[in-house]
């Protein structure tokens, strides 16, 4: 079998292992040069403390840097997927569509690393086999898979909520002797799929992005669907430069509106109930190009079940006068869950693909594949023989890259013993009995629910405050209450359950990974950052100082 690709490519930027540990203790670890980490490190730089990067990819970049499949694009509007500390940042990159492809994602943050000199800060190519806190020396050790040791005493994880993507471990998968590739880990050289056949193996985002520019060039493409997904189009284009303009004259006013504590675009009140008329109106928009911002413009989408079944009629409405084949638009169909409460996917012709010839689907539903063999796929009704197979079968979200560490606390206590029953964590930043450690955009915060990178900066601010504050008292720790992390699970269950993201099986669930504990992971209520900031006002209200 040839193996999905994991090399890195490349990289000016590898360096050499550490092999011995610094003299002193660093004040701080940092895990992950994705966007969270990439501002973690400035902060701790600008405010004068030592820090050590350490990121298994080649350069920086994070989720962007693996994930190079075709198509692969961010799902919201690239003006927002941006920066907000540093307005000459902001007016000196430009991006250049509505929806950036990932080279050009991955371009901005080397351009952050280059712009602010973050890479001597890291190890690249390095990879965080354990994280252990001496109790003793009131230090996290943290070990790396090149042989480093080093110490510091603040841990800051930031791994990103989609970086660890789900393994290829279908029975039979290394008897495939084909080629295999997984979207969250594809080559860094351009794969041609012309005259080829092809299996893409599952219907999320890495899918319904990749699918139509591969149907172009292979032979015959089979998509196996065990369940189908909501899309809405992205209508994408390139950004004129009035749009450029408007955003950046808007540009002071959006940040006050997130350092605020409101959502920085409009959205309707909770207490809007629209009227027929007006609910038809409203579902419109999702088929205006905004995407997943077009949805937050319908009034209680994800908590209000007549609004919601209005938004999934009309997307199922445009399936079915876009697909064809009538019978094939109705395998395409999602009907088992409310639209949003799985992330809906942003394409460019995923349904139109469907049309063409050289695309089958094989809805795994009626024929379950059983193995895969050495020439192709095998389902109950048939084999499919294929060149290539594609995985695209998500990630580990939330937790996986965490967990993927031997992470302990004190006495010795692991990371996976303490979430053996799903995350437990206090705002998502910090959990029990880890002293020190701090999770950007982790479990039981908003993360992958919001604008993930404006969200790792709301995080690394409050982090950076948090270990001012220890600093400030002379105090050796920081660390989250059991009661308070209880009652804070305790709330992000209880929003969850106001909504209706609990009726789908989802990854923000962990129903896509086998084994996995069944617990709605974001954050789903109002006013996340003005309870953090009040936390911190309080004196760090649910934190106790240890000396």
């Given at each position: ?139 996290w050790r943290v070990k790396t898979d090149r042989g480093d040791e080093i110490a510091a005493r603040f841990c800051v994880m930031a791994t990103g909520c989609l970086s660890a993507p789900r393994d290829f471990d279908l029975p039979g998968a290394d008897t495939f002797e084909g080629e295999t590739y997984v979207t969250g880990l594809w080559p860094h050289e351009p794969i041609d799929f012309t005259g080829k ?351």
């Open positions: 079998m040839a193996p999905a690709t994991t090399h890195p490519g490349t990289s000016a930027a590898v360096r050499e292992p550490l092999h011995t540990t610094p003299a002193a203790p660093l004040d701080a670890v940092v895990v992950g040069a994705g966007f969270g980490g990439l501002y973690m490190v400035h902060r701790l730089r600008e405010a004068g403390l030592t820090v050590q990067g350490i990121e298994a990819a080649g350069d920086v970049g994070g989720t962007w840097w693996w994930n190079r499949y075709p198509g692969a694009r961010c799902d919201i509007p690239s003006l927002l997927y941006s920066y907000t500390f540093s307005d000459e940042l902001q007016a000196e990159w430009r991006w250049s569509e509505k929806y950036a492809t990932q080279p050009e994602i991955l371009a901005y943050a080397q351009h952050v690393a280059d712009r602010f000199d973050l890479r001597p800060q890291f190890l690249f190519e390095t990879r965080v086999t354990s994280a252990v806190f001496d109790e003793a020396a009131k230090l056949r092809v299996a893409v193996i599952g219907t999320g985002s890495s899918a319904v992005q990749s699918t139509p520019l591969i149907a172009e060039q292979a032979e015959q493409v089979y998509v196996f669907q065990r369940t189908p997904n909501y899309s809405l189009p992205a209508l994408n284009a390139p950004l004129s430069d009035e749009e450029v303009a408007g955003f950046r004259a808007n540009f002071p006013a959006y940040v006050e509106l997130l350092r605020s504590g409101q959502p920085p675009l409009p959205i309707p009140s909770a207490d809007y109930v629209p009227s027929d008329e007006e609910l038809n109106a409203l579902v419109e928009q999702l088929w205006n190009g905004w995407g997943l911002i077009s949805a937050v413009q319908i009034p209680n989408i994800v908590r209000d079940e007549r609004c919601n079944q209005a938004a999934g009629d009309f997307v199922r409405a445009k399936i079915a006068r876009i697909v064809k084949d009538p019978a094939l638009a109705e395998k395409l169909t999602p009907r088992s869950f409310p639209i949003m409460t799985k992330r809906a996917c942003v394409d460019t012709g995923w349904y139109e693909t469907f049309n063409r010839d050289n695309v089958e689907l094989v809805d795994l539903r009626d024929t379950p594949i059983t193995a895969i063999t050495p020439t192709g796929v095998r389902t109950t009704d048939r084999d499919y023989p294929v060149d290539v197979i594609v995985s695209a079968l998500g990630f580990d979200a939330m937790t996986g890259a965490l967990l993927r560490m031997d992470i302990r606390g004190r006495g010795g206590l692991s990371l996976k013993d303490a979430w053996a029953e799903g995350p437990k964590t206090y705002l998502g930043l910090a959990v029990a009995g880890f002293p020190n450690l701090f999770t950007v955009t982790g479990p039981g915060s908003p993360s992958v629910l919001t604008n993930v990178l404006t969200a790792a900066e709301q995080h690394v601010d409050w982090i950076m405050d948090a270990i001012a504050h220890v600093r400030a008292t002379n105090a050796a720790t920081l660390e989250a209450t059991t009661d308070a992390q209880e009652d804070w699970v305790a709330h992000v269950n209880e929003e969850a359950d106001k909504t209706l993201f609990p009726r789908a099986a989802s990854w923000y669930m962990g129903a896509n990974i086998p084994g996995k504990p069944r617990v709605f992971m974001p954050y789903v209520g109002e006013g996340y950052k003005l309870h953090c900031d009040a936390v911190a006002a309080e004196g760090y209200a649910g934190f106790a100082l240890g000396s």
